[in-house]
């Protein structure tokens, strides 16, 4: 399996406060991904990165912003938590733009009251 | 129209059955085509990809229909193990992948 970790496994927050969840992978992967589980929905991609301080807007970014100091760790983060918010989050690696495979890490659920 | 739609199932089989599922995208200029496999509260794994020409893989085929716009699984001499959620995965002209919603697949003994 990949070395991909996602931190932390499950949270509880209230609305309207801050969130981070980070992934961190030990394959040297160029691209990371972060997606949204939800019923009724595909994964939906909320951000990825090409490189390190080098980001991108996915499908549902709005409410979400990420970072990337380092090759290994994506961090997503929910500045103001809303209920609509409450899903499953994956983080995914890639070799390349065009691979066939993206790693998925664990996975977070993430529960905003 | 969804970008990726797929029957959501549940398809509960006997063990030995055989069973298909297909999932039709909407952009025909998708280039590339996969289906992944998730068990119940775990991440996605690349099941196998789908290749033009079709391909296969042990006891699963899978099939690409560019002219009705579709792709298939096909599990033979289905298993307990099996049973598990099936995404399909397109990757657009845009180089990111959309995930289906899955088909959820019940074997029972």
């Known amino acids: 399996d990949a070395g991909i970790t996602q931190s932390p496994r499950h949270k509880v927050t209230e609305t309207g406060t801050p969130v981070t969840l980070r992934c961190h992978q030990t394959?040297?992967?160029?691209?990371m991904y972060w997606y949204r589980q939800d019923p009724g929905h595909g994964l939906r991609l909320i951000h990825y990165s090409y490189g390190v301080k080098d980001t991108d807007k996915g499908e549902v970014s709005d409410g979400y912003s990420v970072s990337r100091s380092k090759t290994e760790d994506f961090l997503l983060t929910l500045e103001s938590a809303t209920s609509s918010q409450t899903s499953v989050y994956f983080c995914?690696?890639?070799?390349?733009?065009?691979?066939?495979?993206?790693?998925f890490g664990p996975g977070t659920r993430l529960t905003v009251l | 129209r969804k970008e990726v739609e797929q029957d959501p199932g549940p398809f509960n089989v006997p063990e030995g059955a055989t069973v298909a599922f297909n999932c039709t995208y909407s952009?025909?200029?998708?280039?590339?085509f996969f289906w992944y496999r998730q068990d119940c509260r775990k991440e996605p794994k690349l099941l196998m990809s789908?290749?033009?020409s079709g391909n296969e893989d042990g006891r699963f085929t899978a099939q690409l229909n560019r002219a009705s716009q579709y792709i298939s699984l096909l599990i033979r001499d289905s298993k307990l193990s099996d049973s598990a959620t099936y995404l399909c995965?397109?990757?657009?002209?845009?180089?990111?992948?959309?995930f289906g919603t899955g088909t959820r697949l019940q074997v029972f003994p």
């Open positions: 995965v397109v990757i657009g002209n845009t180089d990111k992948l959309i």
């Open positions: 789908v290749y033009s």
């Open positions: 952009n025909s200029a998708s280039q590339s």
């Open positions: 995914a690696i890639s070799e390349s733009r065009q691979s066939n495979e993206q790693f």
């Open positions: 394959e040297n992967h160029r691209y």
